[in-house]
């Protein structure tokens, strides 16, 4: 009878879901114990039917507080760097209850419950189904758990962005709201003069990219697949040769400022810049920059009058 009892134990076990991982890349759980903190993944079902995993860290009580990442990331962008840089730990330092959250399209998004990931229908969203659905799914489900009323928010980039698509298409979620921090805030696209050449390039051309994207059936952009990951980690990585110039292609298409880039903690973190979104979603961004730089012109020519 005890036997039993323990092999049907061991099947619960190894039949019980766990997020994707991949070799030679730490998990979420990984980083947090290498940090001396407990990690516990949920999986949550949006109304739409999409399944995305969320990552508690520790188990604190104190108040609950929603770390959403931006475009390419996914949660663990918020403590690749450890204990002592890393926002997410200094919040569980001063007893907060931090939960990492990851939008569709990341890797953290293995399936819906209407399409295979395989199928163009799955990858027909943008970060409007991301705000309208995802997060209002990760808000309820934490604010359920924790038996809590409201919750802190913080965003960074795309996240800011996702965040006020809630805020505005879900205004019953604001009072769900103890306060938001928006960390570099995406709301209005910069002027011609702000964006970096190969940025501007792509922004240019982003029509024709989706639309032969489309055609070729690429609906998946940077997906984490263990070449890709390898190729980061060694064409980004700490005292590469390739990664000055590494560096640079990434001040082309962003900016940089490298004596303020710690090469250590960016050839670690790299290899977690394939965390996946819809190319839908990375069109989107593209028409916000392309419309924001008509109505900024538009305004100064107003100004001139």
Known sequence: MLASFILLLFVAESWQRRPPSFKGLPTVKDLATAAGYASTDIEVITEDGYSLWMHRLGNNTGPPVMMHHGVFVASECWITRGP????????????????????????????????KRSNPNFWDFSFHEAGLYDLPAFMDK?????????????????????????????????SKIAAAILLSPVAFAPSARDIKPLMRLILSSADELYSWGQKLGTYEILPRTPPFI????????????TQPLCLYLIGLYLGENRSNIDEKDFGFHMPYFSGGTSAKTVYHITQLFRKGEIFYKLLIFLIDL
């Open 84 to 115: 002592k840089k890393d926002l997410a730990f200094f919040l569980l330092k001063e007893g907060y209850d931090v939960w990492l959250t990851n939008q569709r399209g990341t890797v953290y998004n293995e399936y819906s419950l209407k399409y």
């Open 142 to 174: 934490i604010l359920q758990i924790r038996g809590a009323e409201q919750l802190f928010y913080i965003g960074h980039s795309l996240g800011t962005t996702t965040f006020l698509v809630t805020m505005s298409m879900r205004p019953e979620y604001n």
């Open 230 to 241: 390898r190729f980061l980690k060694t064409f980004c990585g700490y005292k590469s040769m």
